[in-house]
């Protein structure tokens, strides 16, 4: 198991007040573009209650399984944010066939699921996952995209691995500066992204991304063995 410095402060952000919990809960329970339609075993969309927040590399993706819904159930308020480094100030979440704001720029039909949490000072964490299973020669086609033809991108050093293959960058966009995991997990391609103004420090950016990314793969699948050891 690897220590980096920058971790540190990522990792020990403290869980804030019910009253986050409460509001990510009436937030998470609708889709901004149009409420979800009704499922008779559809699992809950509220955060799950406050957890130590964790490093990818207490994580082994290889022992672990993502649904391929219901992907932001699990995620806690506390996580949500210690990456923004303040409260949400706006949710969205979309399922496959949903519209979704895709990125900054791009809204389209999605075919994944995911959520979007909005925070102070153009903060903004994200995470989502492929509808359909994905085969390992096809993760390696989206592995190989995700790194071909970016400029002001660079690998995230030193990091963990976010499944087989899987992929890990910080890239430049205008005034934003984003670092995204994406990776293979079982047969769900899993993404999460953390992103802030330029400004913000790259290494910290790095390791917040680290700790919500942590975050989102074990809240995804809270109950199957996960550490490395």
Known sequence: MSSRSPRAAALAAPARVPALMLALALLLGACSSQPPSPAPDAAPTA???????????????ATMRVPRAYLCAGLPAAAVEAALLGEPRRVETWADGE??????????????????????SRTSAAAWVFAPPVAPQRADELAAAATSGDRGCREVPDTATYGDPSVARTCRTGPLRETRYAGLVGDAWLTCSLSAP????????????????????????????????
């Not at 799950?48 to 993706?61: F, G, N, Q, R, W």
């Not at 917040?208 to 996960?226: E, K």
């Open 99 to 120: 519209q979704a704001r895709l990125t900054d720029r791009v809204r389209d039909v999605a075919h994944e699921g995911g959520c979007r949490f909005d925070g102070p």
């Open 198 to 229: 330029r400004s913000v420090d790259r290494a910290d950016l790095e390791a917040r991304a680290d700790a919500w990314c942590a975050a989102v793969l074990l809240g995804a699948a809270p109950d199957q063995t996960s550490a490395t050891g």
């Open 47 to 61: 955060p799950a209650p406050s957890a130590e927040p964790t490093s990818l590399d207490d994580l082994d993706p």
